[in-house]
């Protein structure tokens, strides 16, 4: 889908404040508030802003040992049947297939350093994976971090 710089502002006012309303953007933005409605619908009905769903934070609820695994399946069982087994456990928060030596890589957030070992060993018990390797995240700088790209499509349009 194409974006301009008003699609680009209309994000980017509403990352800055999720809470505003449309009337709100409208004005700050000096377009009329059907306008701003108008692109929001268009951005949503395509896929560019997936919805207005708040992201917790695990962190902030008891979850603040961060992972990501890549994991090795049993290839025979196929990936759909792989990821549903895996979607049983609730720590694991994002799950992708990938190229390279591994098939999956997922993101796991879990209570503590030996909680995290009770994730990882969950995974093995479904018996769809047969083998991971896992790194801790010390520090997370951003995340979910698509924004400069829609800005970047935007400014490349004209």
């Known amino acids: ?27 700050v933005l000096n377009v009329a508030r059907a306008t701003v409605q108008s692109r929001l619908d268009r951005m949503q009905d395509r896929g560019v802003i997936s919805s207005w769903v708040p992201q917790p934070d695990p962190g902030h609820f008891g979850f603040p040992v961060v992972a990501f695994c890549s994991l090795t399946i049993n290839q025979d069982l196929g990936h759909d049947a792989v990821v549903a087994a895996l979607a049983e456990i609730p720590e694991l928060i994002e799950i992708h297939t990938v190229s390279g030596s591994s098939d999956l890589m997922a993101r796991i957030a879990a209570r503590s350093n030996p909680d995290l070992q009770r994730v990882l060993d969950a995974m093995i018990a479904t018996r769809t994976v047969l083998r991971s390797s896992s790194v801790i995240v010390l520090n997370t700088h951003f995340q979910g971090r698509t924004l400069p790209l829609l800005e970047a499509a935007a400014k490349s349009r004209g």
Do not use: N
């Open 1 to 27: 889908m194409d974006v301009d710089t008003l699609d680009a502002k209309i994000v980017r006012f509403f990352t800055d404040s999720p809470r505003a309303s449309v009337l709100e953007a409208s004005r």
